[in-house]
T-cell receptor, first 115, second 111 residues
């Protein structure tokens, strides 16, 4: 069974469109994350939810809106897509111990290409 | 100054040699330190975590932490071609949750 899954794996879309990426974890974790890996392979935190509550909201355009319907799911909706949004988006989850003395498990990633 | 810095490489070592990967971090309140491995087109996977000064060994991997020097390293003994990947150093601040990653070091192990 896949621990952290994401859909879709690939997403190709036009500028200006709105798209969503879904993430699900079956590890029973309380905390989920969205990371963005740009074309230079730099991996950076975007958002984090703990028990459906937003706990990290980095400097990200407000075109990006995360939603956590329950502890096992964290979705990412992106409005008015721009060329610079092209990247690989990784979902991750952990048990959510402050200070990080727990492992974050990453999903397979969603490669978003904006044309 | 970037929070987590790594030499981007590529670092090339012959099969069977020791690969040494280094990382420095800027925030003194950093609490937890991690090495992730990422193969091309794949997601990061945890190799080692370390929380206190000194060495931590797991199989062929040894993580070393020196908080006074704000320095973390990863040694890979008996390097194999399958170790060829990008190694990401990551740090979590005190009471923090998010991983702050370095840009990664590309390792190439040649047969």
């Amino acid at each position: 069974d896949t621990a952290v899954s994401q859909t879709p794996k690939y997403l190709v879309t036009q500028m200006g469109n709105d798209k969503s990426i879904k993430c699900e974890q079956n590890l029973g974790h309380d905390t989920m994350y969205w990371y963005k890996q740009d074309s230079k392979k730099f991996l950076k935190i975007m958002f984090s939810y703990n028990n459906k509550e937003l706990i990290i909201n980095e400097t990200v355009p407000n075109r990006f809106s995360p939603k956590s319907p329950d502890k096992a799911h964290l979705n990412l909706h992106i409005n008015s897509l721009e060329l610079g949004d092209s990247a690989v988006y990784f979902c991750a989850s952990s048990s959510g111990l402050a200070g990080g003395t727990d492992t974050q498990y990453f999903g397979p990633g969603t490669r978003l290409t904006v044309l | 100054q970037k929070e987590v810095e790594q030499n981007s490489g590529p670092l090339s070592v012959p099969e069977g040699a020791i690969a040494s990967l280094n990382c420095t971090y800027s925030d003194r309140v950093s609490q937890s330190f991690f090495w992730y491995r990422q193969y091309s087109g794949k997601s990061p996977e945890l190799i080692m975590s370390i929380y206190s000064n000194g060495d931590k060994e797991d199989g062929r991997f040894t993580a070393q932490l020196n908080k006074a020097s704000q320095y973390v390293s990863l040694l890979i003994r008996d390097s194999q071609p399958s170790d060829s990947a990008t190694y990401l150093c990551a740090v979590i601040k005190f009471n923090g949750y998010a991983l702050n990653f370095g840009k990664g070091t590309s390792l190439l192990v040649t047969p």
